[in-house]
């Protein structure tokens, strides 16, 4: 029964490119989150999203993020014309559906270094 | 906001000791609380904790939380070199803001 599937796990792009992260939730689990980690300081939630639905996006920057969960495939978090500040790790997790007391389970992140 | 404060940062101990986690919570529509150890991976799911006065119990680890006074604790009893990790408590409110809202961390080393 394999676990959330983050990849890349290491990626490196230069500022003004895109950076496309990928997560594939637990098997059974309909639910996906997005957090992010800075140094130095403790997971952050970006977003929070459902089959083909955004369903809370409160922690989200509102520009150049974007998150999409298709109804076929992984969830894709997007960032465009990345800059320093956004590197860091970038942490998916998902729970099943009905889940009422938050469990949620973690892949192994994805670090972005932007040069 | 919602907020959780853990201390303390960071624990080094030695190997054998006890050592006892805390995490404080100001969270509205609180439902739970969690524990999560992280090493240089995917954070790991310890505990969630609901109702006040109950302890969670798995091998060495236990966890209490406190609901009047919006605490908990992670106790490690005969520490070993493989504890030594970041333990994460996060809090989950539910009620359209499903995220967890996570502390700094404590990040705790046993030494041999």
């Known amino acids: 029964n394999a676990g959330v599937m983050q990849n890349p796990r290491h990626l490196v792009r230069r500022r003004g490119q895109e950076a496309r992260l990928r997560c594939s939730p637990m098997?059974?689990?309909?639910?996906v989150y997005w957090y992010r980690q800075l140094p130095e300081e403790g997971l952050k939630f970006m977003v929070y999203?459902?089959?083909?639905?955004?369903?809370?996006e409160s922690g989200m920057p509102k520009e150049r993020f974007s998150a999409e969960f298709p109804k076929e495939g992984p969830s894709i978090l997007r960032i465009q014309q990345v800059v320093r500040g956004d590197s860091a790790a970038y942490f998916c997790?998902?729970?099943?559906?009905?889940?009422?007391?938050?469990?949620?389970?973690f892949g192994a992140g994805t670090r972005l270094s932007v040069l | 906001e919602d907020k959780v404060v853990q201390s303390p940062l960071s624990l080094v101990v030695h190997e054998g000791d006890t050592v006892t986690l805390n995490c404080s919570y100001e969270?509205?529509?609180?439902?739970?609380l969690l524990w999560y150890k992280q090493e240089k991976k995917a954070p790991t799911f310890l505990f969630m904790l609901?109702?006040?006065?109950i302890e969670k119990k798995s091998g060495r680890l236990s966890s209490i939380l406190d609901k009047k006074e919006l605490f908990s604790i992670l106790n490690i009893t005969a520490t070993q070199t493989g504890d030594s990790a970041v333990y994460l408590c996060?809090?989950?409110?539910?009620?359209?803001?499903?995220?967890?809202?996570f502390g700094k961390g404590t990040h705790l080393i046993i030494q041999p």
């Open positions: 997790a998902s729970s099943p559906l009905g889940s009422r007391e938050g469990i949620q389970y």
């Open positions: 098997k059974g689990h309909s639910h």
């Open positions: 999203l459902q089959k083909e639905n955004i369903i809370d």
């Open positions: 969270v509205t529509n609180f439902r739970s």
């Open positions: 609901t109702s006040s006065g």
């Open positions: 996060a809090a989950y409110s539910g009620g359209g803001a499903d995220g967890l809202t």
